[in-house]
T-cell receptor, first 117, second 118 residues
Framework: SAVISQKPSRDICQRGTSLTIQCQVD?????MFWYRQQPGQSLTLIAT?????????ESGFVIDKFPISRPNLTFSTLTVSNMSPEDSSIYLC??????????????FGEGSRLTVL | AQKVTQAQTEISVVEKEDVTLDCVYE???????LFWYKQPPSGELVFLIR??????QNEISGRYSWNFQKSTSSFNFTITASQVVDSAVYFC???????????????FGSGTQLTVLP
């Protein structure tokens, strides 16, 4: 298993500002993903964070709005840029541990709950 | 493309009742994994079970049991003798190989809000 720490756990932001969420894992992992969960909704994959290269974004998500970094095997950041109230969501970091590569099992952080006013 | 359907949006039961949460999936892959996650009000996602596409044996873990029926593409979850602490949103998810073939991603159902009343 993997222990995942996300910061901040929650924040209230003003429209037009940007916020960077950090995800730190206690062990090296193969894959890191960022999901968004809008209020009362399911989880939607934003992007796959690739180590040392640009993230792979899902349809409907772009780098300018959600820049992602992954400088090493245990850390990633997601920035929500130029926020609007529609960005109010829980943002979740998830990882595939080295032992989980063949099963697809994901471990999740506790999420970062953002409210944009 | 893969798809996971949880037709039950909300379910309410009285404590000690049994409850079954339905999950139907669609995939073109022959190898895939199915999962159930629990999301309590605190927000974190708690892994409950993983089942691979080649293993159709039903599984029981305490008050939890899972019924995987490949013929109907269903992976239903039953809680026996429900308790108030079981109140949460439950997500069914499907894992497939990415187009690059190098990793997998989870597709989640819309979730079922279970409320267990005392």
């Amino acid at each position: 298993s993997a222990v995942i720490s996300q910061k901040p756990s929650r924040d209230i932001c003003q429209r037009g500002t940007s916020l960077t969420i950090q995800c730190q894992v206690d062990s090296q992992v193969t894959m890191m993903f960022w999901y968004r969960q809008q209020p009362g909704q399911s989880l939607t994959l934003i992007a796959t964070a690739n180590q040392g290269s640009e993230a792979t974004y899902e349809s409907g998500f772009v780098i300018d709005k959600f820049p992602i970094s992954r400088p090493n095997l245990t850390f990633s950041t997601l920035t929500v840029s130029n926020m609007s109230p529609e960005d109010s969501s829980i943002y979740l970091c998830s990882v595939v541990p080295l032992t989980g590569m063949n099963t697809g099992e994901l471990f999740f952080g506790e999420g970062s709950r953002l409210t944009v006013l | 493309a893969q798809k996971v359907t949880q037709a039950q949006t909300e379910i309410s039961v009285v404590e000690k009742e049994d409850v079954t949460l339905d999950c139907v999936y669609e995939t073109r892959d022959t190898t895939y994994y199915l999962f159930w996650y629990k999301q309590p009000p605190s927000g974190e996602l708690v892994f409950l079970i993983r089942r691979n596409s080649f293993d159709e044996q039903n599984e029981i873990s305490g008050r939890y049991s899972w019924n995987f029926q490949k013929s109907t593409s269903s992976f239903n979850f039953t809680i026996t003798a429900s308790q108030v602490v079981d109140s949460a949103v439950y997500f069914c998810a499907l894992s497939e190989t990415l187009s690059s073939g190098s990793a997998r991603q989870l597709t989640f159902g819309s979730g079922t809000q279970l409320t267990v009343l005392p």
